[in-house]
């Protein structure tokens, strides 16, 4: 499990490009549906209680209109993540106060939340500390292209 990639629990039927949520709620909702109907999560309710209660310990906006929201749950058959792009600005705790357009949601088996949680979020937000790659989220209409952009960090080390 050391050498987890992202391209390999990403799955092009996890990211939708054309979100209409309209606000934090609807693009958690809208992202959670993605991963139950794909298989990846089998009770949305608890999984959603968990991705909120996650999101009252601490922001998940990140700023430069990004979140990443996630849910450690027993309602995680498989850890994967989803990714939800809207031209809505949603209301997002963020350091920036800026809208958030990008919402990364990460969906964790409880067995996989230390080691496994903290690879993938360290993989993603090194892809996002590089503007290039923020700039090129916000607009690609390449789902291929978000699995790249998010994966870089791996094919560079």
Known sequence: ?????????????????????INKKEAIEVLTEHLYHEGYIIN???????VYFRENEGQTGLGNHVAIPHGKSDAVKITSIAFGRTQNDLVWESPDNKPVHVVI????RNVDKTTVHLKLLSQVAMALAD???????????????????????????
């Open 44 to 50: 949305k309710d608890i999984f959603i209680k968990d």
């Open 1 to 21: 499990m050391n050498n987890i990639k992202i391209k390999n629990i990403f799955n092009e039927n996890l990211i939708d490009l054309n979100m209409n949520a």
């Open 105 to 108: 949601l990460f969906a964790v």
């Open 131 to 157: 503007d290039d790659t923020l700039d090129k989220l916000l607009v690609t209409n390449s789902k291929v292209e978000i699995i790249e952009l998010l994966s870089q960090e791996m094919n560079k080390s």
